[in-house]
């Protein structure tokens, strides 16, 4: 019929009857039948990209607002899926893409592909397409459920948050941490969990810290141990690493609580799994606050500033996590290296940078072969950007000063690194094994040259 429609083949009343049929009968099928050839369609393109990225929060019971699952609970969102996958705010995957290392074991970010396939089924109309080519659903596991396996020892927190009132932080300690707890142990896989619907909606958030193992009672020398927060991912200990829980450790919870209008009983657990015991790890794990200027955070009215924090490694180091806090003002973070000097000039190299929302505190996972290797004597510098103008959407009112502060309306400036120490051996076998990857496959390293 396509090649009918050339007009050196058509008397003038037989075109008008064609394209009257064209129009009447033809052209929805002609549509269709193109649409299953060019466009996209729900169930053969879309479905498997929201089952992979997506489904895991906009599920029922999911943390995400809708379920993005059905046709019909989809369709509705078709024009925002396609604002929000092209400029990258869903899935939340914050990492700069123009600089520094892109290899991460929780990248959870669509390929430039994926995105292309989401905008231009949304152009097409967003067609549901052939019911046969629709995959079977995805089971998830209950969003309560531990994802680290059975803990050893699970230490629970309770508390009533009231209807209404003003957000609410403190500190909750734990007992003796565990009866169990009469010698060190090495942590091997670490999580907290709120593990109710209720619990889950007044949670702000949970940082939790070791205290008291060697008498470091203060807060400078407690030792992080994992954080809850809106939108965390489960950290992920490299193989051989562990985190030292030391005897008699308490374990301290800094909350943040958000009342929501009814009073709720709020359950924070912290589930931990251990190294065997009497196993050392080949490598202590660390997990710390760095770079924080606490005092010098000015962040004037109507204006854009940049604070600088600095770290100095004393001992060789493999950097195995990166996630930057800043709070409300926070717009974006970097790390960048500053290799000891071995002439005049020290050389310097941006690992990772990442753009911040408040609501996302994730944290990424350096790919074994790409984890940042520091040699002793670097210093890290955290390069944090606030902007306290109206063009910021999580600025609340761009009139106020704002300085440091532990409250959310205060700003903070620091990375949390996790990193394990490496002996000059250690060091410098990693150094030869990337050297020879590098080589292999032309893919370039932080920390090589
Ligand atoms: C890690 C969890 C998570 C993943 C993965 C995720 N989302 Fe979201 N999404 C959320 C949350 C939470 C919100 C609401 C808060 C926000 O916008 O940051 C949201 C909001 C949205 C919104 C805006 C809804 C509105 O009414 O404003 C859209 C659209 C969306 N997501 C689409 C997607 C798509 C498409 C994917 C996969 C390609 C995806 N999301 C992956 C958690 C997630």
New binding site residues.
């Given amino acids: 019929m396509l090649s009918a429609n050339r007009p050196g083949f058509l008397t003038r009343s037989t075109l008008a009857a064609l394209i009257l049929a064209v129009t009447t009968l033809a052209l929805p099928t002609l549509t269709s039948a193109q649409a299953a050839e060019e466009h996209p369609t729900f169930t053969r393109d879309v479905v498997p ?2 089952q992979a ?2 489904q ?3 599920r029922p019971k999911g ?4 379920p ?1 699952v059905t046709y019909e609970q989809v369709l509705p ?1 078709a024009p ?2 396609k604002y ?2 092209s400029n990258r ?4 995957w914050h990492i700069d893409r123009n600089i520094g290392i892109q290899e991460f074991k929780n990248d ?1 970010s ?1 390929s430039a592909e994926e995105i292309a396939t ?1 905008s231009a089924w949304v152009d097409a109309g967003a067609p549901e397409g052939d019911a046969a080519d629709m995959p079977p659903q995805v089971e998830f596991a209950d969003a309560a459920e531990w994802n680290i396996g059975e803990p050893d020892v699970i230490v629970s927190w309770n508390y009533t948050v009231p209807a209404v009132g003003a957000d609410l932080y403190g500190d909750l300690y734990s007992d003796d941490l565990i009866g169990e707890l009469s010698e060190d142990r090495y942590i091997k896989a670490i999580q907290t969990r709120t593990p109710d619907d209720a619990s889950r909606r007044v949670v702000h958030h949970g940082l939790s810290y070791a205290e008291g193992g060697s008498g470091n009672g203060n807060d400078e020398e407690s030792q992080f141990l994992v954080e809850y927060a809106s ?1 965390k991912d489960a950290e992920i200990y490299p193989d051989d690493s562990g985190v030292l829980l030391e005897a008699d450790s308490k374990i301290r919870l800094s909350y943040h609580f958000h009342p929501v209008g009814v009073e709720t009983d709020a359950k924070i657990e912290l589930g931990i799994v251990f190294h065997p015991k009497g196993y050392v790890p080949k490598y202590r794990r660390w997990s710390k606050q760095l770079g924080q200027r606490m005092s010098l955070i000015d962040i004037p009215a109507g204006e854009v500033v940049r604070t600088d924090g600095y770290v100095y490694f004393h001992l060789n180091a493999k950097i195995t996590a990166f996630q930057p806090h800043m709070h409300a003002l926070g717009t974006y973070q970097c790390l960048e290296l500053i290799y000891p000097s071995l002439g005049a000039t020290a050389k310097t190299e941006i690992v990772s940078c990442a753009h911040w ?1 408040y ?2 505190h994730t944290i990424y996972n350096y790919n074994d072969d790409s984890a940042p290797l520091v040699p002793k004597g670097t210093v890290g510098h955290m390069i944090s950007y606030f902007d306290n103008t109206e063009a910021n959407p999580g600025n609340h009112d761009a009139r106020n000063w704002t300085g440091d502060g532990g409250r959310t309306i205060d700003e903070m400036s620091f990375s949390w690194l996790g990193w394990v120490d490496l002996t000059d051996e250690e060091y410098n076998e990693e150094l030869a094994r990337r050297k020879a990857l590098r080589e292999a496959d032309g893919t370039s390293v932080a920390g090589l040259d």
């Fill in positions: 990209i929201l990225s997506c895991n929060c906009h943390m995400a607002p809708m993005l969102f925002l899926i929000k996958t705010t869903m899935p939340p959870r669509l989401l939108g929302d609501n996302w």
